[in-house]
């Protein structure tokens, strides 16, 4: 199956769902702008096959967030069914993993994902901080995220732009050079 480079993963135990849904909510305004599409598992509708589910919203993911508490870490289900694939993703196939901590865990000594860069110091954990700053910590996530897929969007472009202004085909890094020398010459060309 083929990435989806808007596709969003959410990888969390179900004992950390109000932290699903403080995350849902930032992520929202990109969603409905049609820059990201936010999966979980509260996605799947009665009498689908969830497991075939998951495996195609993991399969379809450039990006995972992963929601690390205890629960996390202890649940075999997200280490054998959704880790290995999202590992792999990120190995092979450039896909970014955002780890997020909600409770203080054992992330730092937990190697196959704290080899990734947290959200979050992983010594200050949501679960311990003020709303005020659990509400900031949500919001560098969905900023990070929101740059993550224009640089992603911004690396796909066709080589051959056809985009055109005046009479000229430009591509992204020619136009700002053009830019630049339209500004310093303050001639238009």
């Not at 969830?50 to 280490?79: C, G, P, Q, T």
Request: proline residues 5%; hydrophobic residues 40%; aromatic residues 6%.
């Amino acid at each position: 199956m083929q990435i989806d480079r808007t596709h969003i993963f959410v990888s969390y135990s179900h004992k950390d769902i109000k932290w699903l849904k403080r995350l849902q909510i930032h992520l929202s305004p990109l969603a409905r702008e049609g820059k990201l599409d936010l999966w979980d598992d509260t996605l799947i509708r009665s009498g689908s096959n969830w497991r075939s589910e998951i495996e195609n919203a993991v399969n379809k993911a450039s990006v995972a967030i992963l929601l690390i508490s205890a629960d996390f870490l202890a649940s075999d289900f997200i280490n054998e069914n959704e880790l290995p694939p999202l590992l792999e993703k990120a190995k092979n196939d450039g896909a970014i993993i955002l780890p997020l901590i909600v409770s203080p865990c054992r992330f730092a000594e937990t190697t196959n994902v704290s080899k990734f860069q947290a959200v979050n110091n992983p010594a200050q954990p949501l679960s311990s901080q003020t709303k005020t700053i659990q509400e900031k910590t949500f919001l560098k996530l969905s900023k990070d995220v929101e740059e993550i897929l224009k640089n992603s969007k911004e690396k796909n472009l066709p080589k051959d732009s056809n985009k055109q202004e005046g009479f000229f085909h430009v591509m992204p890094v020619a136009e700002e050079l053009l830019q630049k020398y339209r500004t310093k010459l303050k001639v238009e060309i």
